[in-house]
């Protein structure tokens, strides 16, 4: 069985920081490109970070420079580093798994964490 669990998200203060994680089990892992979208009620979701298997990343640009993506194999763990939070930053984020094999694509998300950025 296949679980996303995110975890990190919160009430922050604008101009603050947090780490959401997400763990994978049931997966392997290391073969997966790892991405966070978020989603606004009554938005579409959108791609905010995605690290392939290959550790190349890549940043919607409303995140660049405040944003980073990381990963660990070891520990099947996605790591999404947010500074500099803005209140436009507010969504639920949830966390992706995507791979290709042998032309399947196989495709998981997580239940999702919510991230509020208010004073």
């Known amino acids: 069985q296949v679980q996303l669990v995110e975890s990190g998200g919160g009430l922050v203060q604008p101009g603050g920081s947090l780490r959401l994680s997400c763990t994978a089990s049931?997966?392997?892992?290391?073969?997966?490109?790892m991405g966070w979208y978020r989603q606004d009620p009554g938005k579409q979701r959108e791609l905010v970070a995605v690290?392939?298997?290959?550790?190349?990343?890549n940043y919607a640009d409303s995140v660049k420079g405040r944003f980073s993506i990381s990963r660990d194999n070891a520990k099947n763990t996605v790591y999404l580093q947010m500074n500099s939070l803005k209140p436009e930053d507010t969504a639920v984020y949830y966390c992706?798994?995507?791979?290709?094999?042998?032309?399947?694509?196989?495709?998981?998300w997580g239940q999702g964490t919510q991230v509020t950025v208010s004073s």
């Open positions: 690290i392939g298997s290959g550790g190349s990343t």
């Open positions: 992706n798994a995507d791979t290709g094999v042998l032309g399947v694509k196989y495709n998981y």
């Open positions: 049931g997966i392997m892992f290391s073969i997966y490109a």
